[in-house]
């Protein structure tokens, strides 16, 4: 496996249906942001609301050059909510927040094109 943000790069080796469902992606709304500097690349600490089932989880995004922290707040994002949680500097990041690059290599947050209940998870 291999982690390329070029768009030319070849897919990743065919997987079984079962692993993709291992992947718990979920849907959640944010409901604190600030900034994160002591982080190398630009980023941002979350709290993310999945609901009453996952509940209040910690995120690092790698998201401050196209996103403002006040800006986020009750935006709804997707990320993969069964990671085991990752220390990335002084912060511990819970969930992987999810993203694409684009052609600057900045990330662009994956979210829902209309509002879905917190928790509901990607099929």
Known sequence: MHLDHDPAAPPEDTIDFADFLRVDIR??????????????KPSLKLRIDFGPTIGVKKSCAQIAALYDAEALVGRQV?????????????ALSEVLTLGFADTEGRVVLF???QAVPNGSRLF
């Not at 997707?78 to 002084?90: E, L, M, S, T």
């Open 27 to 40: 849907v959640g709304t944010v409901v604190a942001a600030e900034p994160f500097p002591e982080a190398r």
């Open 78 to 90: 997707a990320a993969v909510v069964n990671f085991p949680p990752r220390q990335i500097g002084k």
């Open 111 to 113: 979210a829902p094109d």
